[in-house]
């Protein structure tokens, strides 16, 4: 389920990469923001709830909410952005703590794992880090919004395409 996420995210990055360049219009990037957002948050449901993962579910869930927060902004018209902002800082926050666990795994007083080491997904999610806080950044006024577009466009690739088709055709991430 988490693979085809992550093929959905690319959906929403792309337009907004675009919009930041200047190419769209914000009612129809939000209107598609907004979609991408519900459904991630309703697949990170499914994830802990059907999947009994709510350990990804939390990651995506957070970055579901931050989808659709981006999405009102855009389809309102919001001329103050800090408020997004602050939304995206705390995914960033949340993100961090994601990458050091997958970093270093984690695993119960008997030994039991619950959180597998991968050194992939700890370099994915810092690349979300990267990408959060520029989003929050930029909504400060204090990064231009190319910037951010570009990263999100060269994260789309490195940390979503990559994982998930990586795994959806070989059961593997590439390190």
């Not at 939304?87 to 619950?114: H, P, R």
Request: charged fraction near 10%.
């Amino acid at each position: 389920m988490t693979t085809a996420i992550l093929v959905l995210i690319a959906i929403m990055w792309f337009p907004v990469a675009l919009l930041n360049l200047g190419h769209g219009e914000a009612k129809g990037t939000g209107a598609v923001t907004g979609f991408v957002g519900i459904l991630v948050v309703i697949g990170a449901i499914l994830q802990a709830a059907i999947f009994k993962d709510a350990f990804t579910a939390g990651l995506l869930i957070s970055h579901g909410i931050l989808y659709c927060c981006i999405s009102y902004a855009l389809l309102t018209g919001l001329e103050d952005m800090r408020s997004i902002g602050n939304v995206s800082l705390t995914v960033a926050m949340i993100s961090a703590i994601y990458m050091i666990l997958f970093y270093t795994g984690a695993s119960d007083a008997a030994g039991k794992i619950l959180i597998g080491k991968s050194n992939y997904l700890a370099f994915a999610c810092l690349g979300y880090v990267v990408l959060t806080l520029e989003v929050w950044l930029s909504f400060y006024g204090k990064l231009s919004g190319k910037i951010v577009a570009y990263s999100l466009m060269a994260w789309m690739i490195a940390g979503l395409w990559v994982p998930a088709f990586s795994l959806m055709s070989k059961g593997a991430l590439p390190f």
